[in-house]
């Protein structure tokens, strides 16, 4: 396959650019238009991007190495990130994770046959207080996982319907309660 971007890819591009003094800030929002049109960065799409933005493929490597939401290989339509920190794990992270993988029929890191999903287990995305949880794709978080839950959110991903964003309070402690 080869990779490029189309001519309002490029003029969002050059939109991107023009908000910075010079052209490295741009690297981050540039890896997301192509990931969001190719899936995926890996290597041929870095070069692209580089290439796009005339800067070193080492820095467009390095970048999308060190952010975990780039994906470095093609994945599923939807990527279910299964959090496994403490705070999960201890509200039952890898339950929901080994249930996901027996609902899927595949292990952590792998693609359902249909290319419809991809099981990732991940470090904290920043909601213990909901936990166990999973992000969709880097997009919407599903909190408070229960068997019941992922199997209406595996349903609906196979229909098209993303869940819906959750609002949740946090909980005010009150001081002298400690």
Not at 57 to 72: D, L, N, R, S
Not at 83 to 90: A, E, G, H
Request: net charge negative; aromatic share 8%.
């Amino acid at each position: 396959m080869e990779y490029r971007f189309d001519k309002e890819e490029l003029d969002q591009i050059e939109k991107i650019k023009a908000r910075y003094p010079e052209v490295r800030p741009a690297t981050l929002p540039v890896l997301w238009i192509a990931q969001n049109k190719f899936g995926h960065v890996g290597p041929k799409v870095q070069k692209l991007v580089a290439k796009t933005l005339d800067l070193p493929e080492a820095h467009i490597h390095g970048v999308a190495e060190f952010y975990t939401q780039y994906y470095k290989e093609e994945k599923g339509k939807f990527v279910l990130d299964v959090c496994t920190c403490l705070s999960c794990q201890v509200c039952g992270g890898y339950d929901i994770l080994h249930y996901l993988e027996e609902k899927l029929g595949i292990e952590t890191g792998e693609t359902t046959e249909d290319g419809m999903f991809t099981i990732q287990q991940v470090e904290c995305l920043g909601a213990c207080g909901y936990a166990p949880m999973m992000q969709i794709t880097n997009g919407v978080y599903v909190n408070h996982l229960t068997r019941e839950k992922v199997d209406e959110v595996i349903e609906g991903l196979k229909n098209g319907k993303l869940p819906q964003f959750e609002s949740k309070e946090m909980r005010k402690v009150n001081p002298q309660d400690r």
